[in-house]
């Protein structure tokens, strides 16, 4: 029976969405083989549901009845400290395994910005144009309008779509970066791509990858934001329907080639846009949401795994990076 630490809540708007995929995590893994412990992660206190408070020397749990040492971490934070790669690397220095990426590649996948400038530099990857804000900078609307109206902006580093405007004219535009600067000190303003809206899941099993069925995600809003995600605003089709043959193929393969060139291990889950035949990568979501609501579960169960066949597979994966 191995002790599984499931690190839940961060330190971003996201902790409640991150809260609902641990409950999913722990009520999914196999309890014959897995002795599973939701773990709070805030920036001052971690601590069990039970209010144990986490020993930071050692990653222990300190109760009652004594000190429980934990065998893995089963990342289920959307957000910091995990998505940007903080805890990854206090976990090493542990000696603790953990499932999902590397520090280094969940920081540079978290990075909206520099993960679009290597896949469209460096491995020629369509996305949609865009801009950069930065925090202190003069809002200089005139640098934005070259890419048209309506246009996305949105914080670089915050998923879930948090502080995302769908800007539809130049007035809206300073307001949009103000709510968006709530979120990160750089903002991401984007061409609005006009089309349907996809996406793809990966599973790692050892040097194996499980490519999930296409999703196409229909939204009752103007927009794929929060309500849509969580409120049940939006209808998602697993597996798509009327999608060309090329164009599927087009995505699967270049899901594969974006989850081994950015260097990712365990799960991911790849976002895009469909305007004619044309593909653009949105983002790639290195811890994507594991509720009942989510996309990546139904892909799976699609696929032909289910949650506790997945997670063990992520957590036995861990062991042998």
């Known amino acids: 029976m191995k002790n599984i630490a499931i690190l839940a809540g961060g330190f971003d708007a996201e902790r409640v969405i991150s809260l609902k995929s641990a409950q999913v995590v722990k009520r999914s893994l196999n309890s014959n083989h897995y002795l599973a412990y939701i773990i709070d992660i805030e920036k001052d206190l971690w601590r069990s549901e039970e209010g144990y408070v986490i020993d930071k020397n050692d990653f222990s749990l300190q109760t009652p009845t004594g000190k429980i040492s934990f065998d893995a971490c089963f990342m289920a934070i959307h957000g910091s400290p995990v998505e940007d790669g903080k805890i990854q690397g206090y976990l090493e220095m542990m000696g603790i395994p953990y499932t999902g990426c590397d520090g280094r590649t969940m920081a540079i996948t978290m990075d909206k910005i520099l993960s679009k400038q290597i896949l469209k530099d460096t491995f020629g990857v369509r996305t949609a144009a865009f801009e950069i804000y930065r925090r202190g900078e003069v809002i200089d609307i005139s640098k934005y309008e070259h890419l048209g109206f309506p246009m996305f902006i949105k914080p670089n580093s915050v998923g879930s779509s948090f502080g995302v405007t769908k800007v539809k004219d130049r007035s809206q535009i300073k307001k949009a970066i103000e709510v968006a600067l709530e979120h990160d000190d750089l903002v991401l303003i984007e061409e609005f791509i006009e089309g349907r809206e996809f996406s793809h899941g990966i599973l790692q099993e050892g040097d194996k990858l499980h490519i999930m069925p296409i999703t196409e995600i229909i939204s009752e809003t103007e927009f794929f934001d929060y309500a849509a995600k969580y409120d049940g605003k939006s209808k998602e089709v697993t597996p798509a329907e009327n999608l060309s043959p090329k164009v599927e193929n087009e995505m699967r393969a270049m899901s594969e080639k974006i989850f081994r060139v950015m260097n990712c291990r365990g799960l991911g889950r790849v976002d895009y846009l469909l305007r004619g035949d ?39 994966n861990c062991f042998k990076c």
Do not use: D, K, R, W
């Open 278 to 316: 044309e593909v653009f990568f949105m983002e790639i979501n290195t811890i994507p949401g594991l509720s009942e609501a989510s996309i990546f579960p139904q892909q799976l169960n699609h696929y032909g795994f289910n949650l506790e066949q997945a997670f063990g597979i992520m957590i036995e």
